[in-house]
């Protein structure tokens, strides 16, 4: 299935979140602090402590979940979707499934590097990051769902 300018500019910019991040990490590791949250309770509040090499684990999983992503979103064939797929509609459902992955990748994306760049601040999470996250997430699942539903 060819790629639409959705998918290629998504992708693009995950890449250079992913790269920018690295790259930032591996350039400063020398000036990294010694001791970065390691984890956050419910509020943002940092309840552990670790070291910098913990930081490397944020854009490990960011990495691997972009692949994972990108992987998963090349087969839309083997989505399960409540609506049935024609070879009238195939073409359009399997954009809107791509494109949903696509979105869900970005935030999960930006997350992970909002994440550590705040580690690397050394500062407790925002009480609105949890929440809006949660909500660009759901959101997003209920709008493409609601494009697949508009379909049938």
Not at 74 to 100: G, S, W
Request: hydrophobic content about 50%.
């Amino acid at each position: 299935m060819k790629r639409n300018k959705y998918d290629v500019g998504i992708n693009f910019i995950c890449l250079i979140l992913l790269f920018g991040i690295s790259i930032y990490l591996y350039i400063n590791w020398n000036k990294l602090p010694d001791k970065i949250p390691g984890h956050y309770n419910f509020l943002g509040v940092v309840d552990r402590w670790g070291t910098n090499e913990e930081l490397l684990l944020l854009p490990i999983i960011g990495w691997i979940v972009y692949i994972s992503m990108t992987v998963v979103g090349a087969f839309p064939q083997f989505y399960q979707v409540k609506i049935k797929i024609t070879p009238e509609n195939k073409d359009c459902v399997y954009n809107v499934l791509r494109n949903m992955v696509n979105t869900l990748k970005l935030f999960v994306t930006i997350a992970f590097v909002f994440l550590t760049i705040n580690s690397l601040l050394c500062n407790n999470l925002p009480i609105w990051f949890l929440p809006i996250f949660l909500i660009f997430i759901f959101s997003s699942i209920v709008f493409f769902n609601m494009k697949l539903l508009k379909l049938k």
